[in-house]
């Protein structure tokens, strides 16, 4: 079964059950459903960080999940190497005190730069997010 029908599948089962559209993310990223495609893994980083729904997430969501989300982007980074919360501030480019989908690939996208100092590394993923 490709990639895509799987998620579609798993997606619309999950969809019928009890659980938050977060847990739902969640699940979906514990299941490997992205992991073939960097852009559908920063996407579901991001919809699994927006608790609330309203395409953006706070600090709060951010100090919650933020170390989950780097690992999962196979990002190693620890709380000593890049604080948290300077994380979200150089994340949130507007001051407005969340980060909305665009900060959070621009942040990502730098910080990958910055990690890897690898541009052959960085160009892939970044082909990757502009394709999409």
């Known amino acids: 079964i490709d990639s895509t029908a799987f998620y579609l599948k ?14 739902l993310w969640k699940r979906l990223i514990d299941m490997g459903i992205f992991d ?41 980074i620890n709380q000593e190497s890049l604080p948290i919360m300077e994380a979200f501030r150089s994340f949130n480019r507007s001051g407005s005190g969340a980060v909305n989908i665009e900060e959070f690939v621009i942040g990502m996208v730098e910080n990958l730069f910055t990690l890897y100092k690898n541009s052959a590394v960085l160009e892939s993923i970044a082909d990757e997010v502009l394709a999409v």
């Open 10 to 23: 798993s997606l619309v089962e999950m969809s019928f059950s009890s659980e938050s559209e977060h847990a």
């Open 36 to 76: 073939d495609f960097y852009p559908l893994r920063l996407n579901a980083c991001f919809r699994y960080l927006d608790v609330e729904k309203t395409q953006s997430f706070s600090l709060k969501d951010w100090t919650q999940k933020g170390l989950f989300i780097f690992s999962y982007l196979s990002l190693n």
